[in-house]
Nanobody, 125 residues
């Protein structure tokens, strides 16, 4: 499966942004899709994931209550709605996919074998 992330841009603190991850290829419904981010000078970190099939969602503690992940299997897309953005959310956001990944491994980037190119979100104070 190939992934393409989009939707990044400049947003003021407290604002919202919606990222989209579009997939091509077969069997999208069987892939867990996650968002990771990498801030300048920092390591890449897990943000959120949506399970294959029915789409159970998972979030890192620092985005719970602010970000919402969702998937549309018919359109082969995963969205990340980001609200109440803060300057510390500034990062390149990557979507990633892994086939039938168990939730135990959702935050482990080494378990994802398909990655999008990343989209930059800049939050100004």
């Amino acid at each position: 499966v190939q992934l393409q992330a989009s939707g990044g841009g400049l947003v003021q603190a407290g604002g919202s942004r919606r990222l989209s991850c579009s997939a091509s290829g077969r069997g999208f419904i069987n892939y867990t899709v996650a968002w990771f981010r990498q801030a300048p000078g920092k390591e890449r970190e897990f943000v959120s994931a949506v399970k294959y099939g029915v789409g159970t969602t998972y979030y890192s503690d620092f985005v719970k209550g602010r970000f919402t992940i969702s998937r549309d299997n018919d359109k082969k897309t995963v969205a990340l709605q980001m609200n109440s953005l803060q300057p510390e959310d500034t990062a390149v956001y990557y979507c990633a996919a892994a086939s039938l990944l168990h939730y135990y491994y959702y935050s482990a980037e080494r378990c994802y074998n398909f990655w999008g190119q990343g989209t930059l979100v800049t939050v100004s104070s």
